[in-house]
Each structure stands twice: as structure tokens, then as C-alpha cells.
């Protein structure tokens, strides 16, 4: 799907539609993945937050209320409704931070 479907081909045959594998606004999360993200976030001990204003919940609350251990950097070019609760907040795009982080990294 290198250059996305056309819109005469989101529709199965079965009348079901094609969708990104994305939680879409006012639809529920599955509960196992929820409870697999919160686990995570609260045993981790390092939680980059990238690109997000930090304002959609539940999700916003894994860095806030979730990863209470973690050292929780932020990538965003904006100061965020989460920005005081990190430890670092990196004022960059992601495109631009992301590949300094992990350049060193590079062989």
C-alpha cells in the first residue's frame, strides 16, 4: 500500500472497509493492548514521548501517570499540556531529533 488505496477499493466484498491499525477519536481502546501499554509504561525506566500535544487520554497518562520510575523525555518542537511533567523536553522536530539520538548508534 506504498502509495494508499484508492477510495473505489476501501470497501471489502464483505462490506467491511480497510482502516489504518489506529484508534480513531471517541472509539474505545482494546483493553488488552491498553493493559499491555500501561504494564510497559510503568516498569520502564527510559519513555521518549514524540510528537503528540499530550492532551488525548488515555494515552497522554502513560508519561503521567503511568511511568512514575521512568525518565520521561519529550520530543516536540511546542511546549506541551505534558512538558512539566518531563524531565527533558527537547524543542525539535521529531525528524530532526530522533536521528541525533540514535546516531551514534549508526555503524
Excluded at 28 to 46: H, N, P
Excluded at 51 to 74: C, D, H, K, Q, W
Excluded at 77 to 82: F, N, S, V
Aim: charged share 20%; with cysteine; net charge negative.
Amino acid at each position: 500500500m506504498e502509495n494508499g488505496l484508492p477510495l473505489d477499493e476501501i470497501e471489502h466484498e464483505c462490506g467491511g472497509m480497510f482502516r489504518p491499525d489506529i484508534v480513531w477519536f471517541g472509539e474505545g481502546l482494546d483493553q488488552k493492548i491498553w493493559a499491555a501499554a500501561s504494564d510497559a509504561a510503568a516498569r520502564s525506566e527510559v519513555m521518549l514521548v514524540v510528537g503528540t500535544s499530550g492532551m488525548v487520554n488515555p494515552a497522554a497518562a502513560l508519561a503521567t501517570r503511568f511511568a512514575t520510575g521512568a525518565y520521561i523525555a519529550e520530543i516536540n518542537p511546542e511546549e506541551t499540556a505534558i512538558s512539566g511533567s518531563c524531565d527533558l523536553t527537547i524543542r525539535l522536530p521529531a525528524t530532526v531529533a530522533l536521528p541525533e539520538l540514535v546516531g551514534p548508534l549508526r555503524s
